[in-house]
């Protein structure tokens, strides 16, 4: 795909918007102004001096209102950004390679000699440069592990090729070519002290992070960043990268919990946990789900060097996580404890398990388990243990797995709403729904607990975090009299600050309840009962729909919770479609944007709801569709991810608040 040079775009843009005149599209002289400042402001971001046509033609025919007809666009902005005249392109590239040439101190047909470029000397830069340039558009190939110069037929016959594809200079040709990705090319760059501007994105991530390593090793700081900087971009768009990545993120300073949990959560055995302190693995566990969580921290303690890293992991883990420990460090008492706590935990996961599908010999098995870890903390001595790992700690654990037994085969439930408040939401609401599902008795009390559950999350990540007053820089309200001053003296262009009591808004939730979103829709539908008040209309989908109309009670939404299946494919176009039709014009999505259901597409579902005057909000846990997103940010949704339950209830406030 041929390059455009931005300037040369900008001072050919009458001409372009002439030639869509002249095929029937109406352009304004303010959209041609428009286009050039967003082009400008568009390779800014980029940081090049240098678009692919595709991408300019996209720039250009969305500001010029004719998004549909990116190929005529593109054939005129081709069309005016280079001569007709092939023989004068083919001259200005050929003079360009002679001056590389020059620069790198070769001649045509010549060997290469590598040891001779990378040599220090007066104007070593800029003979790196040209060497690698050349390199790039094939004057320099090697043939037989030799490198050699085009001899001047060769180099005549290129540029002839390059002009005759349109390039107007050996430049432009350069920047539209693949970047060298050869180890041996990318540590000469790096020790010549380059850096990649917008080339970055079109290097293979294997070759970024070889890229990563040697500005690493040679101390090149910017460099560093600038890699560091796609490595993100790459891992937060849903690109698999090697876990190593995180030391190169963390050293640029651009290491945030969206990238550590978006490399764990896909391949958390892959993780070289050399690479993390033990509080790391401690909070990255606390993100992941739980069978997620418990194989990092089972991989961590395989792996650990010494026992007081081990034992400095374990004191920051919750016991229930240690049910994939096997091999480990620990030695005496402390791994007796740990085998302990590990029984433990499989005792509970057992139980949970029980009260899912009812099946006895996961009751037996979980009641077996917890004996047998309390047996063993009979004969640990006192004072062993320290954190969270405390033999009190491991026989909790060990006890709640047998009350959870007891309680589900006794059907007596009225203990099961203090024990589950120790758990994850998520892993309570499982024991609840097994409940649910035996009906009679059991059926109304898991309902009943389920209630008090969400009442109790959503206090913690609700209505706690409203505030009752916000400030604003417009009228009506009390005037904040030291802020306004502060902001007058720092010569603000907007100083007087009001203080106004909060009015908030209406708004629709839809709900994904697939078999994916199952912990992060109990966070959701605990945080819609903070906000009953507030919300019209509450749509829960998988590939089926539910809508629960306004006003509905806690008590509606404690029961939906039971009997929704979290299972199925999802179907987002058609929850979209479904909140189309409320009255609200403010729609909070909770979801991973997996669109499975073979429907509609998501990103036109938005755009026809913008159009309605809706605002709509995406929030979604760190793993999750990244392409869809792209899309969906495009049609005018705001997309926002939460990593608990506090992420989530700060998404839905902003969104009463706007």
Known sequence: MRRVEVSKLIEVLPEVSEKLR????????????????????????????????????????????????????????????????????????????????EKAGLKPGQRVSRKKIAGKGKGRRERIAAYLDLKRIGVINRFQGVERVANRHEIAKLAWRLASLGYESLEEAIKSTRPLQSEDDLALQVDAGFTYSGDLKRIPTNALLKLARRASEMRRRRLLEEVAEELARRIRSGQSVDSEALKYLDEAGLLGPMEEAAILARRPGDVDVSLLTPTDIARLASSLTEDKAAQLVAKALREAKSEEYAWSILENVDVHLLWEVGRNPLKGARRKLLEAAAEAARSLREAVTYAETGLEGHADMAQYLAESAISKLAGIPKGVGGGKLTPSNVEAVARLAEAIVDIMRSGEADQLAGILTRLDPSVSIKILRGMYKRGGVLRDRSIEIAEKLLEKLSSTAGSKLLPKYIQATSMPGRLEVRTSIYRLLRKSPDPLIFRRRLRARQLSMALDVSGSMSRYSVWALAIALSFTRNIKDLILFSHKIEKIRHPFTPRQVAAALMSVEFTGLTDIYGALMAAAESASKRLVVVTDLKQTVQRGDVGEAVRMLKSRGFRVVFIVPPIHDHIEREAVELAGARVRVAFKPEDAAREVLYALRR
């Open 22 to 101: 002249a095929n029937g599209f109406k352009v304004g002289t303010s959209q041609v102004v428009e286009a050039a400042r967003l082009l400008d402001t568009y390779a800014a971001l980029k940081k090049s001096t240098y678009l692919p046509l595709d991408e300019a033609a996209f720039v250009v025919a969305s500001v010029f209102g004719i998004p549909g007809n990116i190929a005529v666009v593109a054939d005129a902005i081709d069309s005016a950004t280079h001569s007709n005249n092939v023989k004068e392109r083919f001259e200005a590239i050929e003079r360009g390679i002679a001056e590389k040439l």
